[in-house]
């Protein structure tokens, strides 16, 4: 008898392995993610990316920075807000001017002037004339654009002698050390016009293995207005996702998507306000059950407060770790600029 008793305690103890495991892998990680988001933010202003006169679009040339609405049957000029990514505006994989990176056929959600994205921007770090070719463009970017403090190491057969550390290979002295990037990085800058004419809402989203970013890793869900915030917006609270209804995706694969959105992960929520697009990154704090008759899914999500009363959008993107917030003001020009 006590034997048996003896072996259920073990073999709990053994169950608990995986998870402890699971729980410390995934710790590590978080702490990893933070740590890249406040390095990936030194590194925005150090190399003074609040600067719009170095930003540029896919096509090599300046972003728009305003555009001009209708607000109350009046013509008003509005701040834009722009993403910079440039992994994902040099990826092969990617490669689209807008963020998030839906189908066209997907309709501007009802209520909306128009559709709820941003220009996808990178670097201008050359003049015009040298620009690199595309895959150049990306080596560059996957340098400045990921965490490179994850240090390759190899580990030998004879467990009793210590790894080695990678250097970049084919040079006669090595002083580059290989790392893994396996956390890298963009930016959302969302204009705060009651703050200021050159205030924004700087948003760094940290990714982890984002190798081969493709359109499908970022998807948006519908939000019905007056229905799908069950908390008043509070601090984000309990919300209702919607599959937009004319992606034409089947049953199975709504299911599935809906699936992946788990405890963790991020949403940006979006909606126009006096014209102007603001965009706001709230932390998925639990997952509700899927209901297929609606293709939804409720979830309790984190963040600043949000406006119930306004029209909204949401967007989910694969691989997002961590989001690092801070009200900004543009860099503009001065007595020593020219």
């Not at 048996?4 to 392995?17: K, R, W």
């Not at 006169?53 to 920075?65: G, H, N």
């Not at 839906?102 to 002037?113: D, H, L, R």
Request: aromatic share 8%; charged share 20%.
């Amino acid at each position: 008898m006590a034997i048996g008793v003896l072996s259920v305690g073990l073999l709990g103890v053994a169950a608990l392995i995986p998870l402890a495991m699971h729980q410390a892998e995934r710790g590590l990680s978080t702490d990893r993610a933070a740590a890249a988001a406040r390095r990936a933010y030194r590194e925005f202003e150090v190399r003074g990316m609040a600067n719009p006169r170095l930003w540029a679009t896919y096509q090599d040339l300046p972003p728009l920075l305003t555009d001009t609405v209708m607000v109350a049957g009046n013509p008003t000029v509005v701040p834009l807000s722009l993403c910079l990514d440039p992994i994902g505006l040099t990826s092969p994989t990617l490669a689209r001017n807008k963020f998030p990176a839906i189908s066209e056929a997907i309709p501007t959600p009802p209520g909306m002037p128009k559709s709820p994205t941003m220009e996808r921007i990178k670097l201008a770090l050359w003049p015009s004339a040298v620009i690199p070719a595309a895959k150049d463009q990306e080596v560059l970017y996957r340098e400045l654009f990921s965490a490179l403090d994850d240090l390759d190491f190899e580990r030998p057969t004879n467990a009793r002698l210590p790894s080695e550390q990678q250097f970049v290979p084919n040079q006669t002295n090595p002083a580059k050390r290989l790392a893994g990037g396996r956390f890298s990085w963009m930016a959302t800058l969302v204009p705060r016009p009651q703050l200021g004419a050159e205030m924004a809402t700087l948003s760094i989203v940290v990714m982890e293995r984002r190798n081969n970013p493709k359109p499908d890793d970022e998807r948006v869900f519908d939000m019905n207005l007056g229905q799908d915030f069950f908390s008043g917006g509070i601090a984000g609270g309990d919300v209702r996702l919607r599959w937009p209804a004319a992606s034409g995706l089947n049953p199975t694969l709504v299911r599935e998507r809906l699936e992946e959105l788990r405890s963790g992960q991020w949403i940006m929520l979006s909606q126009f306000l006096a014209g102007t697009l603001q965009s706001r990154w709230y932390r998925v704090q639990s997952v509700g059950d899927i209901d297929m008759s609606t293709k939804s899914i409720e979830l309790t999500l984190h963040g600043p407060d949000w406006s119930p009363n306004e029209v909204t959008q949401a967007t989910w993107v694969k691989g997002v770790v961590a989001v690092f917030e801070k009200t900004i003001r543009l860099e503009g020009s001065s007595l020593w600029t020219n």
